[in-house]
């Protein structure tokens, strides 16, 4: 029988915790591994929504918002951020709006991406220097993080309440599931059978996300040693996730063990940022004036879930064979 993650945290949890708290950690554990915890991950796309808008909007607003396709990422955060929202209260919230509204907002990123590429073409030079513009250019892979509370709520909307994790017809469904010929990714989603899925998209997302931290500070010349650890940890979060899509075991300890490195990594590297706006001349005094100029204070978060991503892969099952 191969290793599970999510077992053996519940059995080490029902041994190790307290028994209120041991409760607690199953029950998550056993949502996610079933995929019902579809209310839970609408709130975190939710959070992540305003993080992200609040990024880009301050971003946009040094470029003077010279275009008005800068105006999107920021209208649609807000609208991800409220049908996200929604979909905690409403199940045609998270399963009709939410959906629209993440694919409606991966589709601008998208976008976004291709005038990125073309605003670094258009610097003196264009990419015959393309170190020097892609540094000195617009951040080229920021649109493609922006979608990353969008895939998140694009997933959200095709998981089961949480309500339902014992429901009959719930069980009905698992048992069908196993039928031959039953098997397509929308419903291997909706039973959390989605770890190969997620863990190509967690290579795609560390890549976006390493590439943006190493020019970001490569600017300041990696001033200190602590901006390097997320371009250290990206090769080593893309060959776990890599790993992972192989092997089941790789799934369950190197991917694991990686991404909470990553996620920890994502969130020092935010006490950094908010450390960095704190000490610039006028400090929290001229908090709207520091933010805008100083080291962007929501970037590490991104790096941060490209570890939840990671780690959120480790806890699902594997889609079944076909």
């Excluded at 029950?27 to 992200?52: D, K, N, Y």
């Excluded at 258009?122 to 920021?142: C, D, E, H, Q, Y």
């Excluded at 909307?157 to 069980?171: C, D, F, Q």
């Excluded at 940022?273 to 970037?299: D, E």
Aim: with cysteine; net charge positive.
């Amino acid at each position: 029988m191969s290793f599970a993650l999510t077992t053996a945290l519940e059995q080490n949890a029902e041994r190790a915790l307290p028994k209120p708290i041991g409760i607690a950690t199953t029950s998550i554990l056993e949502h996610i591994r079933h995929g019902c915890f579809q209310r839970s991950l609408c709130l975190i796309v939710s959070a992540t929504s305003v993080a992200s808008g609040l990024e880009v909007g301050y971003e946009h607003y040094k470029g003077s918002y010279s275009n008005p396709i800068m105006y999107t990422p920021v209208l649609l955060s807000g609208a991800l951020a409220g049908s996200s929202l929604l979909g905690v209260f409403s199940r045609w919230g998270a399963q009709v709006l939410l959906r629209c509204v993440s694919a409606a907002t991966l589709a601008d990123g998208v976008i976004g991406f291709f005038f990125h590429v073309r605003g670094v073409a258009r610097k003196p030079g264009g990419w015959s220097l393309p170190v020097t513009n892609i540094v000195m250019g617009p951040p080229i892979f920021a649109p493609l993080l922006f979608g990353t509370s969008a895939y998140l709520g694009w997933m959200a909307s095709y998981l089961r309440r949480e309500e339902e994790l014992h429901s009959v017809g719930a069980k009905v469904q698992e048992i069908t599931s196993t039928l031959p010929g039953s098997s397509d990714w929308r419903r291997d989603l909706r039973h959390g059978r989605f770890q190969k899925h997620l863990s190509a998209i967690t290579i795609l997302w560390a890549f976006f996300s390493g590439f943006e931290a190493l020019y970001s500070h490569y600017k300041s010349n990696f001033r200190y040693k602590a901006q390097w650890t997320p371009v250290l940890l990206t090769p080593l979060l893309m060959a776990a996730a890599a790993g992972a899509i192989k092997s089941p075991r790789i799934a369950n300890t190197a991917l694991p063990a990686v991404s909470a490195l990553a996620l920890a990594d994502g969130a020092a590297g935010f006490y950094y940022h908010a450390r960095g706006i704190a000490k610039r001349p006028g400090g929290l005094k001229k908090p709207l004036y520091n933010i805008l100029y100083g080291p962007p204070i929501f970037a590490p978060l991104l790096f941060a879930a490209c570890g939840f991503l990671g780690l959120l892969a480790s806890l699902l099952r594997r889609e079944r064979e076909k």
